[in-house]
C-alpha cells in the first residue's frame, strides 16, 4: 500500500517560514507525480503546488507564488513544501498527495487527480 506521512507543521507568527516534509513508502516515488493541498477551516480543499515526475513541471496556486517552493529528492522518496513569508490565510491543514498519473496544467490542482493522501500536518499562521 501506498503510505504518505507529511511532517512540519506548527503555529507561527506572520512572516515566518517552515518546510512541510512528505515521505512516501510502499511504492515507486520515482514514477509519482506530487501534489500539495490544504484545507482551512470551513474551506474547500485546494491545490497548493504540484511536482511531476521527472521535475519538469512544477505548478503553484497564484496565492502562493513566490512564496512557496515545492521539491522533491527522489534518493530520500520525499517532497518538501518551503513556505516562507507565511500569512494568516495560509493557515491550514497541509495534505501531501501523490499518483502515477500525470495531472499537467489543467488537472494538477484537482484533489481527484490524485488517489493517495497523506493525514496531513496542521499549520497555524498568527498576525
Known amino acids: 500500500d501506498v503510505q504518505l506521512v507529511e511532517s512540519g507543521g506548527a503555529s507561527v507568527q506572520g512572516g515566518s517560514t517552515l518546510r512541510l516534509a512528505c515521505v512516501a513508502s510502499g511504492y515507486r516515488f520515482r514514477s509519482h507525480c506530487i501534489g500539495w493541498f490544504r484545507q482551512g477551516s470551513g474551506k474547500e480543499r485546494e491545490g497548493v503546488a504540484a511536482i511531476s515526475m521527472y521535475d519538469d513541471a512544477i505548478f503553484y496556486n497564484d496565492s502562493v507564488k513566490g512564496r512557496f517552493t515545492i521539491s522533491r529528492d527522489n534518493t530520500k522518496n520525499s517532497a518538501y513544501l518551503q513556505m516562507n513569508n507565511l500569512q494568516p490565510e495560509d493557515s491550514a491543514m497541509y495534505y501531501c498527495?501523490?499518483?502515477?498519473?500525470?495531472?499537467?496544467?489543467?488537472?494538477?490542482?484537482?484533489?481527484?487527480?490524485?488517489?493517495?493522501w497523506g493525514q496531513g500536518t496542521q499549520v497555524t499562521v498568527s498576525s
Open positions: 498527495a501523490a499518483d502515477s498519473r500525470y495531472g499537467g496544467e489543467r488537472y494538477w490542482s484537482l484533489a481527484s487527480t490524485y488517489r493517495s
